[in-house]
């Protein structure tokens, strides 16, 4: 599957896909501890498919958080100027929005 060029924040904060804002991946994490963060949320994501009772899901999702958190793509935000996580949230109803009406169509086709 090839990545979809979604739309990114002028910030490098979050980019957007299915309507809505997604955290980005800490850009201070180093390269070794970034590719051993995603090879864990991969994992993590494949027990999530393969649990075979409500107890192993549970383990899997925990992991699956746990990687999200480590990427700082879940948890307090790692930009420190006190800008709020507005995560979820779809761009016009953030403080993206300008940017985000200012976008072309076809930009904001592929965050749709």
């Known amino acids: 599957m090839s990545r979809k060029d ?6 490098g904060r979050y980019f957007v896909a299915k309507g809505r804002m997604w955290r980005k991946t ?6 070794s501890e ?3 963060a995603v090879k864990a949320l991969m994992q993590a994501r494949r027990g999530v498919g393969q649990a075979a009772g ?3 899901e549970r383990a899997a999702r925990d992991a ?3 990687a999200k958190r ?3 793509e879940r948890g307090p935000v790692w930009w420190d100027d006190g800008a709020p996580d507005e995560g979820g949230k779809h761009p016009s109803n ?6 985000w009406d200012g976008l072309d169509p076809a ?3 592929r965050g749709s």
């Open 54 to 56: 409500d107890g192993d």
């Open 64 to 66: 699956v958080d746990a």
């Open 107 to 109: 930009a904001r086709e």
């Open 70 to 72: 480590r990427l700082g």
């Open 34 to 36: 970034r590719r051993a």
């Open 94 to 99: 953030t403080s993206y929005a300008e940017w």
């Open 26 to 31: 800490d850009p201070r994490l180093g390269d």
């Open 6 to 11: 979604y739309p990114e924040t002028p910030d």
